[in-house]
C-alpha cells in the first residue's frame, strides 16, 4: 500500500535536514507520480523510489530559488546516507510529534497528520470535513508555515498526539473518507513505536467501539442506540483484537482516560444481550475514569454524564438523575444532557418527562441524524405513556 | 445556470396554510413519512443534476455586531419578537429557470405532515447572484 510508505520516506527526508514543509509537500507530488507511473513500471523498491523523485523534486523547487542556491550545492555534494535499515516505527511516532506540534490548533493538527502521516491526499482530507478543496489546502500551508523554524527533534508530547489521534476517529463517522480506519491505521503503528500503554489503550477503544459500528445505523440511515443493535453483526475478531490489546495495557499497571474508556466498551462487546451487560464493573471503571481528575464535573464533564447512566442502571433511575443534575452548570445547555436525562426517565418509567428530555435535546442537537433520532426517541416516549 | 436557494423556516413569513404541532407530537408512521420525504428530495435533486448543498441549521440564534474600537463584540440572543424570521435550513440548487426553482420549492412544500397530509409549509426562494458578468 503506496500510502504505508509515507511516514518513513518524509521522516527520512527530514532527519536528513530537509525543511519539514517543503519535504511533506515533494513527496505528495512523487505520491502522485508514482499513481501516474506504477501501474506500467513498478519500482523494485517502492521506498527508495518515492524517496529519490521527492529528493528531485526538493533539488528542483530550490535551483528556481537562487537565495538558496549554496544549500543546494551542500545538498547535491552530500552523499545520500539514508540508512537501509526499517525505522518505521520510530518515523512514524517522530512525524506525529512534528504533526501534532502543540503550537498548532486541533483542526490544524489533524489535517497535517493525515496527509504527513496518512498520506491522504488534500481533496480526501478536504471531502472528509466538507470544506472546499482550496480551504483545507490554505489550512494545511498555514500549519506548515507556523512549523517553519521550530526545532522538531525533542520528544513532542503523547498525549497530543493521542487526542489528534481520537479526533480523525470521532470524525471518521461523519464524512465520506473512512477516517475511522486511517485512525485505527494510524494508531496501531503508533502502538509499534511506543511503549506508553495509553496508545494501546487509545487502539484499544477504537477496535472496541469500530466493531460496533455495522449495528450503528439501519439500512435507511437512522442511528440504532446500543440497547437496540443487532449483535449479531458485531465485528467479532476486531473485539477480540482490542481485548487483546487492551489485556496488555492493562499489564503496565498504568492505568490513563483511554484504557479506562476502552475497558467500559469492552464489557459492552461482551455482552451478550442489552440485558446481560455487567453494569456495575462498567460504573467501577466509571469511577476510576473521574477519578482521573481533580475536579470531573467540570474538567471532564462528559465522562460524569456517561457514568450517570451506569449510575442509573446499578443504583436506579433516580440516583442517575441525582448525577446529571450536578452537570446541569456546565452541560445544561447540550443535546447530550437532555438526551441522557431522557434515557434514565425512561429507565425509571417516567415517559412523560422522557419525552420532554428528548424532545429539548432534539431541539438542541447539533447534527442532523442525532436531531431525527432525539424526535423519534420523544414520540416513541410519548406513544407509550 | 441560475443559482437558488429554497430557504426552510422555524418561524416567519406569510400567514400558515394551516396550523400545525411541532415534530414531537405527530404520530410515528408521520414523523418517518417526513423524514423519508425530505431524504427523497435530497435524492431527486441530485439525480436530476440540479443539487449543489442543503443544510439544517439549529435554532440557536446569536446576533452580532462590531463593538467599536477597543470594545468587545456587541451581541444579543433576543428578545426577538415572535414573528421575526428564523431559517431552519435550505437546498441549494443549480437550475434552468426561476419557474423551475417554483416548482422545486412547491414539490418541497408539499412534504407530509401530520396524517399524512401536506404541510403546505411556505418556502422562500431566493436567487443565488452570480460572481462573473454572463458572457455577451
Redesign the interface.
Given at each position: 500500500m503506496l500510502r504505508a510508505l509515507v511516514p518513513e520516506v518524509l521522516a527520512g527526508l527530514v532527519r536528513r535536514g530537509e525543511d519539514f514543509a517543503a519535504a511533506e509537500d515533494a513527496l505528495q507530488e512523487a505520491l502522485i507520480e508514482a499513481l501516474r507511473v506504477w501501474p506500467e513500471h513498478p519500482p523494485r523498491d517502492p521506498g527508495a523510489w518515492l524517496a529519490t523523485v521527492a529528493t528531485h523534486r526538493l533539488v528542483d523547487a530550490r535551483r528556481s530559488d537562487a537565495a538558496r542556491r549554496r544549500r543546494e550545492d551542500r545538498l547535491l555534494e552530500q552523499p545520500e546516507s539514508e540508512p537501509a535499515g526499517s525505522e518505521t516505527s520510530d518515523d512514524t511516532l517522530f512525524l506525529l510529534f512534528c504533526c501534532c506540534h502543540p503550537d498548532l490548533a486541533p483542526a490544524s493538527q489533524v489535517a497535517l497528520t493525515l496527509r504527513a502521516v496518512g498520506g491522504l491526499t488534500t481533496r480526501e482530507i478536504a471531502d472528509a470535513f466538507y470544506v472546499p478543496e482550496a480551504t483545507m489546502a490554505q489550512r494545511i500551508s498555514r500549519a506548515k508555515r507556523t512549523l517553519r523554524g521550530r526545532r522538531l527533534n525533542q520528544p513532542g508530547d503523547l498525549a497530543v498526539v493521542l487526542r489528534v489521534l481520537y479526533l480523525v476517529y470521532a470524525a471518521g463517522h461523519a464524512g465520506r473518507v473512512d477516517l475511522a480506519r486511517e485512525a485505527i491505521r494510524l494508531a496501531r503503528q503508533l502502538t509499534l513505536a511506543t511503549e506508553e500503554p495509553e496508545a494501546r489503550g487509545l487502539l484499544a477503544l477504537m477496535l472496541l467501539n469500530h466493531a460496533r459500528l455495522p449495528a450503528r445505523f439501519d439500512a435507511?440511515?437512522r442511528i440504532v442506540t446500543l440497547d437496540r443493535q443487532d449483535r449479531g453483526v458485531w465485528d467479532t475478531r476486531e473485539i477480540a483484537e482490542g481485548v487483546r490489546v487492551l489485556q496488555s495495557a492493562l499489564a503496565d499497571e498504568r492505568p490513563g482516560r483511554y484504557q479506562c474508556e476502552a475497558a467500559i466498551a469492552a464489557l459492552h462487546d461482551d455482552a451478550a444481550s442489552p440485558a446481560e451487560t455487567d453494569w456495575p464493573q462498567i460504573l467501577a471503571w466509571y469511577d476510576s475514569l473521574v477519578a482521573l481528575t481533580d475536579d470531573p464535573v467540570r474538567q471532564d464533564p462528559t465522562a460524569v454524564l456517561a457514568r450517570s447512566v451506569a449510575v442509573g442502571h446499578v443504583l436506579g433511575a433516580a440516583a442517575g438523575l441525582r448525577e446529571t443534575d450536578r452537570l446541569h452548570e456546565v452541560l445544561g445547555d447540550r443535546h447530550r444532557w437532555h438526551a441522557v436525562r431522557g434515557y434514565l426517565h425512561e429507565l425509571g418509567g417516567d415517559l412523560p418527562a422522557a419525552?420532554e428530555a428528548?424532545?429539548e435535546a432534539?431541539?438542541?442537537?447539533?447534527n442532523?441524524s442525532e436531531?431525527?433520532h432525539l424526535?423519534?426517541q420523544?414520540?416513541?416516549a410519548?406513544?407509550a405513556s | 445556470m441560475p443559482k437558488y436557494l429554497l430557504l426552510k423556516h422555524y418561524r416567519g413569513g406569510p400567514e400558515p396554510h394551516h396550523p400545525f404541532p411541532p415534530m414531537d407530537q405527530w404520530a410515528p408512521q408521520d414523523v418517518e413519512a417526513h423524514m423519508a420525504f425530505l431524504r427523497h428530495v435530497g435524492e431527486l435533486l441530485e439525480e436530476n443534476g440540479e443539487y449543489v448543498d442543503a443544510q439544517a441549521l439549529t435554532p440557536a440564534q446569536t446576533w452580532v455586531r462590531y463593538g467599536g474600537p477597543d470594545a468587545a463584540p456587541v451581541t444579543t440572543d433576543g428578545p426577538l419578537p415572535e414573528t421575526s424570521d428564523l431559517v431552519a435550513g435550505w437546498y441549494m440548487i443549480d437550475v434552468e429557470s426561476h419557474e423551475r426553482a417554483v416548482q422545486l420549492a412547491a414539490y418541497i412544500s408539499s412534504e407530509p405532515g401530520p396524517g399524512g397530509e401536506p404541510l403546505y409549509e411556505w418556502i422562500d426562494v431566493r436567487e443565488v447572484m452570480s460572481g462573473a458578468p454572463a458572457v455577451d
Open positions: 435507511e440511515g419525552t428528548y424532545a432534539a431541539r438542541l442537537a447539533t442532523v436531531r431525527d424526535v423519534r420523544a414520540v416513541r410519548r406513544v | -
